[in-house]
């Protein structure tokens, strides 16, 4: 009857070097973790942005849900110091203003990449072309409207919600 042989002791290289690759899997998976996009709403991109106007590109496939959840979010960035829009990726809109950089905010959500465009922001704000401004107004998938004391929120002709903001 023969004996296998008793295991050998790892050595401390080896100890060593499993220690560091199993806390490397343990940082990798934490930070993913920690990380993790907001599956709450859409993905969205900041497209272009003039003065106090905000153009977002949504996926051509969202849903009209999907888009309330990106304008409640947006209404939820309003509430309190304003700065939320800040997270948003949303440039300050009144960076001069001495009550805050975010008094004054229109962000029109799209989910056609050339409508959400810097030069179609532009045409749409010049308003010197009507065909451009009509063209711009029908690709509006959403709409967020924010001033001193009141907002507005709509997804097409549905009114999510329309007021006085409240304790902001």
Known sequence: METSPAPRP???????????????IVITVVGMILTAPDRSIPPYSVMAQMG???????????????IEALLVRFQAAAHGNRDG???LKIMPTTPGDPAGRYQRLTIYVFDNVGLAEEPSLKAYVSGADPLARSSF???VRGIYRLTAGMEYGAVGAKVLFQGKLGGG
């Open 10 to 24: 790892l050595d401390p290289l080896v100890k060593t070097a499993l220690t560091i690759c199993i806390g490397l």
């Open 52 to 66: 106090e106007s905000v153009t977002v590109n949504v996926p051509p496939r969202t849903t009209a849900p999907e």
């Open 85 to 87: 829009f800040a997270r």
């Open 137 to 139: 107004e029908r690709g």
